[in-house]
């Protein structure tokens, strides 16, 4: 999840200045603490040139989803594009789709859209 300096990192490589003040980070920490049940699903993009290195956006903001009462509907996921600024690897957007689908068809007790 980002930081300050992160977003300011973003950008001084082009990225919208709106984004700089919060983060998933700072908006998650905003969240209300859950009393019924709600669900969360999680997910992030990583360099696939570094797939293996530890840490996981969307595994931290699972976590803090966690700690504020919501349940997880499906464990964090993580997408891959080949250098920081993209583009997806070939096949990741259609794997992102699947999983979108299939968190519909669960949270919806649909079947999900092949």
Same mark, same amino acid.
Request: no cysteine; proline share 5%.
């Given at each position: ?9 973003? &950008? ?7 984004? *700089? ?14 009393? *019924?049940?709600?669900?969360? =699903? ?18 931290? =903001? ?21 250098? &920081? ?18 968190? =519909?068809?669960?949270?919806?007790? *649909?079947?999900?859209?092949?």
């Amino acid at each position: 999840m980002s930081r300050p300096s992160t977003r300011h990192d973003a &950008i001084s490589r082009g990225a919208d200045a709106a984004v *700089q003040d919060v983060g998933l980070r700072e908006w998650m920490a905003a969240l209300p603490k859950r009393r *019924q049940r709600s669900e969360l =699903a999680t997910f992030d993009t990583k360099v696939a040139s570094m797939r293996h290195l530890p840490g996981s956006a969307a595994r931290g =903001a699972a976590k803090v989803g966690r700690r504020h009462g919501y349940e997880l509907a499906e464990p964090a996921e993580s997408f891959y594009v080949d250098d &920081i600024e993209g583009p997806l690897v070939d096949g990741e957007l259609d794997r992102a789709r699947a999983w979108g689908w299939q968190l =519909a068809a669960l949270l919806t007790g *649909q079947a999900s859209q092949p």
